[in-house]
């Protein structure tokens, strides 16, 4: 593949990543009218945008990667874009909670598909020395796809209801896979499928010996529980502290400066490569600590306007991990654990940061601090927590770095 047409395709990639993350977030967006609409409660919502979701898409991750080391990863990508997509727009159409949940279930198989898969194409395309700006590129795709969710399906349903929204979300996805599937080209494998170990857990177990994979999963699933969190409860602080609720939708023009943030995390981390490989790993401290100075005055300022830019401004900061945290897992896997490496890593990640973030917040606004800026204490508590983890993981893994890598 040439060098036009393999950075096309990054384009290409980044785009189904973007439609992917404004099918999964559309549930959030438009969830007060999807229960109004089908009469179900708030528990029934949170199980829509949780687990049906979140725990399906987490735990598919790793037979789909072990399943993208040895198959088409053009097709899995393919197929993943259309059945995600398909579901998306027949969400728009349910006229019961079975019927919107097994929509879902199915998109979190189908999601799963889709970055293990093309984790393993970038590794294989991709020189070692560009793989973090070229993941970073991709990762760029979660902010761009829940910026739009939140400005253009919460537009959508605002001027027509949450099934046009649906239909909107996932209609582009099923347009573009024809696309997709003529554009693409299977990049050459530097192992044959035929020689991978059969057994999935013997090769978990090779790579989770490695005690920079460890400290790397550590590490950033701290930076994950801080990151979900932001998203579950920054609404609160507009809502609840400054009874401001419009400005939840604005925040979704700081989740597009995220991506470009993400971005240059990943173009720095190469540069600092350079010098030294584990250099990398600080692009994950300083996500961990330069937003928590914004994050401080921003949650607990008495003005609106305050808080949105500089909470903001932390976001900006803390989320711009992504592509390099996806990168660095790879520098350690064998070429035939490259889509299972990059499952074990959304996989920890996922269940980190739902699992942990937004219920450890949850459980200190209601039990453990009260008044006005309980919010504010509960979200600071758990950045600090998280931040001094990810700190000391990456500290640690940058020790162990150069014996781990291959």
Same mark, same amino acid.
């Given at each position: ?23 999964? @977030? /559309?549930?959030? %967006?438009?969830?007060?009218? /999807? ?32 399943? #993208? ?37 199915? %998109?979190?198989?189908? @999601? ?10 970038? !590794? ?7 793989? #973090? ?37 996932? +209609?582009?996805? /099923? ?12 990049? @050459? ?42 998203? !579950? ?15 939840? &939708? ?36 300083? $996500? ?10 921003? +949650?607990?300022?008495?003005? $609106? ?10 976001? +900006? ?11 660095? /897992?790879?520098?350690?896997? &064998? ?72």
């Amino acid at each position: 593949m040439n060098k036009k047409a393999a950075w096309a395709t990054v384009a290409l990639l980044t785009l189904i990543y973007i439609l992917s993350f404004i099918d999964r @977030q /559309i549930v959030a %967006v438009l969830g007060t009218q /999807i229960r109004d609409s089908l009469a179900l409660t708030n528990f029934q919502i949170g199980l829509l945008y949780g687990p049906a979701f979140s725990f399906v898409y987490a735990f598919a991750g790793l037979p789909m990667g072990r399943i #993208a080391d040895k198959t088409s990863r053009k097709a899995m990508i393919c197929i993943g874009l259309f059945v995600w997509s398909l579901m998306t727009v027949l969400s728009g159409f349910a006229a019961s909670f079975a019927f919107i949940v097994s929509a879902r279930v199915f %998109v979190g198989l189908s @999601q799963a598909m889709l970055s293990p898969a093309v984790y393993s194409y970038l !590794a294989d395309t991709f020189s070692p020395e560009k793989r #973090a700006t070229v993941f970073s590129i991709y990762a760029s795709g979660i902010f761009i796809g829940i910026g739009l969710s939140f400005l253009v399906g919460g537009t959508i349903s605002m001027h027509y209801d949450w099934r046009m929204a649906m239909v909107a979300a996932g +209609l582009p996805g /099923i347009l573009l896979t024809p696309f997709a599937w003529w554009y693409i080209r299977e990049p @050459q494998r530097e192992d044959s499928p035929e020689k991978l170990q059969p057994n999935i857990l013997i090769e978990l177990k090779s790579l989770l010996l490695k005690p920079s994979v460890r400290w790397h999963l550590a590490g950033f699933s701290f930076l994950a529980c801080t990151g979900y969190m932001i998203l !579950a409860f920054v609404g609160n602080v507009f809502s609840d502290i400054h009874q401001r609720p419009e400005l939840i &939708a604005r925040f979704g023009w700081f989740l597009f400066g995220v991506g470009g943030t993400v971005i240059l995390s990943g173009k720095v981390a190469d540069m600092l490569a350079r010098k030294k490989p584990e250099y990398r790993y600080w692009m994950g401290i300083i $996500a961990a600590v330069c937003g928590i100075p914004f994050f401080i005055v921003g +949650l607990f300022s008495a003005s $609106a306007e305050t808080a949105f830019f500089l909470i903001g401004i932390g976001v +900006l900061f803390s989320s711009s991990y992504n592509g390099v945290a996806a990168a660095l /897992i790879q520098y350690y896997a &064998a070429p035939g654990q490259r889509a299972l490496a990059g499952g074990l890593y959304l996989f920890v990640i996922s269940i980190a940061g739902f699992g942990l973030g937004p219920p450890v917040a949850g459980w200190l606004m209601d039990d453990v601090f009260t008044g006005t800026y309980s919010v504010s204490y509960a979200m600071i508590t758990v950045m600090l927590i998280c931040s001094t983890g990810a700190v000391l993981s990456f500290i640690k893994a940058m020790r162990t770095h150069s014996y781990d890598l291959l």
